[in-house]
């Protein structure tokens, strides 16, 4: 595995324009959304015309108002352009220069002050505003809006006070100036007391003192009523009182909230892509059936891409914060903490990747899907509750327990900032998702033998072996061994053909088509039983009676190419016939298991001079000697793939030989050979093609081995093979502890 992770390193190297891309792209995404969503509103430009007279100063009720610290507060809110003169200032919000005027009269002050006196004036101010941008020009009304509530406020609470003033002297009485004079106000409370003194005084049938008690009688409900008025002054300038109390959650500042989702956007992007495309481009140029079939196996295969993604993904993740901390403030001392969130969140993001490259298959369409998933994924991540409606939300909380984005974030989140939530849960929730992953990343291979093929083959290379019962059977002991040896390499489904049955209906069509005749009894008579053999193996057999072996391997690797759970299709079998069912996808290839070779497409056309889908023309001008069709007089292989990889099929090939854009010797002669035995060259094509509509009674889960039949180890003893049987028991064992 470290030589595969080494060579993944190497193609980084050698595409150095690719590479940076990977990195900086993800990197400058990251930062603008994270400082997108930290940094505040852009500040609308506002001319401002202060018309109010230098040094003026602002007392309400004895209290000097701070007009140099309101300017102050007033220009960090908006951008402050002081101008000269109205028209300045309109001229500005007409063209575009400034969003909006604010102009202070000159009588501000005055009126303001005039608030705290008997004869109150309202106090205005003007805006101009420019409402060609409609969101600018609503931050413009917001942000003047907030001023003048903040600003009313402090007012309204000086106003109030002196209200509170004048209510005290009413009731209690006092001293009043005036107009440069002093005034003694009795007020309600001496009123009372004197009247109270005076009451007792009068006679007793006296015809004032009905009218002095309601005197009486008013200014003690007076006073009462007053009483409860400054109370009621103070509730009016500040109405609602705020006390806030966090029930749930401990966020991060908005700093770390923003450097969380970059380093989170960052460590998504760079995983998902680089192990998505890595894991698609083994595929993509045919590496992956190889690799996986025995050098390093599907587990290595998928642990060293999760763990190129998580190593590059890190490197590039402190790099990014590294930058940040330039500008930003980072605790470095929390790295064992974010360090872990990077690794938990790299390695959950690259099993996503892997999950992703395995269903693309190719490098451009594992990208694309990259993107198309993980952004939206990334962007419902951060909406809020609160923000859309219950359920909707609920369906967000699912989408989020589903994929790692949002779990990464508060990992970092938590990792960067002590307020931020808790680590612990979060990177729970990231390996676990890396898990389910890789558990559901099952990289289903059909493997098809030709079973007749195979029985051949050993029959000719192994000594013979006669059983107890005198039946010769050591091909059929080589076939079972060699299909175990298949499965002990990884194979999960696997299907065999046999010719159950040497003549099939392509007899009728050729007179010196192969039969049974002249095949050796002792081979002949191990086809039932190397049938019985793999059957009680836990095989799946399709021995043909009518159809041939190769159709039946043509159908079955149809039927499992049109499965999206497959991903490869393997026809374990030299023979030419079966190139034409190769693809130009890769997913159906063929397999020389004695040389190691997978041929596809390419593999094809470089062995046999011609592609796949003319693989049936070919052995209708050339013949096939084993089938027993000639072909046709004077078409040779050479010849035949040149004028073939020119033409594709018989019928483009032109009828003269002179009108050949192909070098060929005897062209002449080989095109008038073609124009008077055309019919034959079609028959022989019919011949050669392989029927992918044989019947096979089999579905993909059908192939899947679980292990042996109860009867294996009885006929593998008949077989004097009981070696067989300890391997395929030993092997359903291994596997059903693997799960």
Not at 595 to 623: C, H, M, W
Request: net charge negative.
């Amino acid at each position: 595995m470290r030589w595969l992770f080494i060579k993944d390193l190497q193609i980084l190297r050698r595409s150095p324009l690719v590479t940076a891309l990977l990195v900086v792209y993800p990197v400058a995404i990251a930062v603008l959304i994270g400082f997108a969503l930290s940094r505040g509103p852009e500040t609308p430009r506002v001319a401002f015309l202060n018309e109010v007279p230098a040094g003026q100063p602002f007392v309400l009720a004895g209290t000097k108002f701070d007009i140099a610290g309101a300017r102050s507060a007033l220009c960090s809110r908006i951008d402050c352009i002081p101008v000269s003169s109205e028209q300045q200032a309109r001229d500005m919000v007409a063209s575009g220069d400034a969003l909006a005027a604010l102009i202070l009269p000159p009588d501000l002050i005055q009126k303001l002050e005039s608030l705290g006196s008997l004869t109150p004036s309202q106090p205005t101010v003007r805006v101009l505003v420019n409402e060609e941008d409609p969101v600018k020009a609503r931050l413009v009304d917001d942000r003047i809006s907030s001023l003048v509530t903040e600003a009313n406020l402090k007012i309204s609470k000086q106003v109030t006070r002196i209200s509170t003033n004048y209510l005290t002297l009413l009731l209690r009485g006092g001293n009043f100036n005036l107009l440069g004079q002093t005034f003694n106000v009795l007020g309600l409370k001496n009123t009372q007391r004197i009247l109270e003194a005076v009451r007792p005084q009068l006679p007793a049938n006296s015809p004032f003192a009905v009218a002095l008690d309601r005197v009486i009688q008013f200014s003690k409900l007076a006073r009462q009523n007053l009483n409860l008025a400054t109370p009621l002054l103070g509730s009016i300038a500040h109405p609602i009182d705020v006390q806030k109390e966090v029930v749930s959650g401990s966020p991060p500042s908005l700093d770390a909230f923003a450097i969380s989702v970059a380093a989170t956007v960052t460590l998504m992007f760079v995983t998902v892509l680089l192990v998505a495309g890595s894991l698609a481009l083994e595929r993509e140029e045919n590496a992956f059936a190889r690799l996986t079939r025995g050098l390093v196996g599907r587990t290595a295969l998928l642990l060293e891409k999760v763990g190129l993604g998580v190593t590059l993904s890190i490197v590039v993740t402190l790099l990014m914060l590294g930058g940040l901390s330039l500008f930003v403030h980072i605790d470095w001392g929390r790295l064992p903490l974010f360090g872990a969130a990077i690794v938990a969140g790299g390695a959950a993001f690259a099993a996503f990747g892997a999950a992703i490259g395995g269903a693309a298959r190719e490098v451009r369409a594992s990208s694309l899907l990259a993107f198309m998933i993980s952004l939206p994924i990334a962007f419902v991540s951060l909406v809020e509750s609160g923000t859309v409606s219950p359920a909707l939300f609920d369906v967000i909380k699912v989408v989020r327990a589903l994929f790692p984005f949002h779990a990464a974030l508060d990992a970092m989140s938590g990792g960067l900032d002590a307020a931020g939530p808790a680590l612990g849960l979060p990177i729970l929730h990231l390996l676990r998702l890396g898990a389910l992953s890789c558990d559901t990343w099952e990289s289903v291979k059909v493997h098809l033998i030709d079973g007749t093929y195979e029985l051949f083959r050993y029959f000719f290379a192994l000594p013979q072996h006669v059983n107890r019962e005198d039946h010769e059977v050591a091909a059929t002991r080589g076939v079972v061994g060699s299909v175990l040896t298949l499965l002990e390499e990884g194979a999960t489904h696997v299907g065999v053909a046999t010719d159950h049955v040497i003549e099939s209906f392509r007899n009728d069509m050729w007179p010196t088509y192969k039969t049974g005749e002249g095949v050796d009894p002792a081979l002949k008579s191990q086809f039932p039983i190397v049938e019985q053999a793999l059957a009680a193996a836990g095989v799946t057999v399709w021995p043909m009676v009518e159809f041939e072996a190769d159709d039946a391997l043509c159908a079955a690797a149809a039927m499992a190419a049109a499965d999206p759970a497959v991903d490869q299709v393997i026809i374990c079998t030299p023979d030419k016939d079966l190139g034409q069912c190769v693809t130009e996808d890769g997913r159906i290839v063929q397999l020389d298991r004695r040389q190691g070779t997978v041929f596809n497409r390419a593999g094809v056309s470089e062995k046999f001079g011609v592609p796949p889908e003319s693989i049936p023309d070919y052995l209708a001008l050339v013949g096939d000697s084993a089938d027993g069709f000639p072909g046709l007089p004077g078409w040779g292989a050479k010849s035949t793939a040149a004028v073939l990889a020119r033409y594709g099929r018989l019928e483009d090939i032109p009828a003269a030989g002179d009108e050949w854009d192909v070098a060929v010797r005897g062209a002449g002669k080989l095109a008038a050979t073609l124009r008077n035995q055309f019919d034959e060259a079609l028959l022989f094509r019919r011949i050669a093609t392989l029927q992918p509509d044989a019947p096979i009674s089999a579905a993909v889960e059908d192939l899947r081995w679980t292990g042996p039949a109860a009867g294996f180890a009885e006929l593998c003893d008949w077989l004097d093979a009981t070696g067989l049987a300890a391997r395929a028991d030993a092997l359903a064992a291994a596997r059903a502890r693997a799960g």
